[in-house]
Nanobody
Framework: QVQLVESGGGLVQAGGSLRLSCLAS????????MAWFRQAPGKEREFVAGIRWSGMVTSYSDSVKGRFAISRDDARNMVYLQMNSLKPEDTAVYYCAADRETRWPLTVVKNYDYWGQGTQVTVSS
């Protein structure tokens, strides 16, 4: 079993920055890839960014390319999402996710086995 805990969400003005953190615990050796998803009220959960441990291959949603960056620190079992140039449409609950083995594509919700509780990000105009 793997537990994921997100932190770093909050309220920020448009154009500002936030860095989200995800701490993994438990059987972290079983993790193959990790990702960030987000979900706004009344909308489906959508892929934001993903990273594989092997080769540190990353993937981004078109809506966040050039603004967000996913990174990891395997020594600390941490994954980060640096969010710059935030827009009101980025407002959502952000979730950290992990899978036992990398299943393509990384953008599919059902391909992940573990989820955090979510952290709220609100971007004001």
């Amino acid at each position: 079993q793997v537990q994921l805990v997100e932190s770093g969400g909050g309220l920020v003005q448009a154009g500002g920055s936030l860095r989200l953190s995800c701490l993994a615990s438990g059987r972290t050796y079983s993790i193959s890839s990790m990702a960030w998803f987000r979900q706004a009220p009344g909308k489906e959960r959508e892929f934001v960014a993903g990273i594989r441990w092997s080769g540190m291959v990353t993937s981004y949603s078109d809506s966040v390319k050039g603004r967000f960056a996913i990174s990891r620190d395997d020594a600390r079992n941490m994954v980060y999402l640096q969010m710059n140039s935030l827009k009101p449409e980025d407002t959502a609950v952000y979730y950290c996710a992990a899978d036992r083995e990398t299943r393509w594509p990384l953008t599919v919700v059902k391909n992940y086995d573990y989820w955090g509780q979510g952290t709220q990000v609100t971007v004001s105009s």
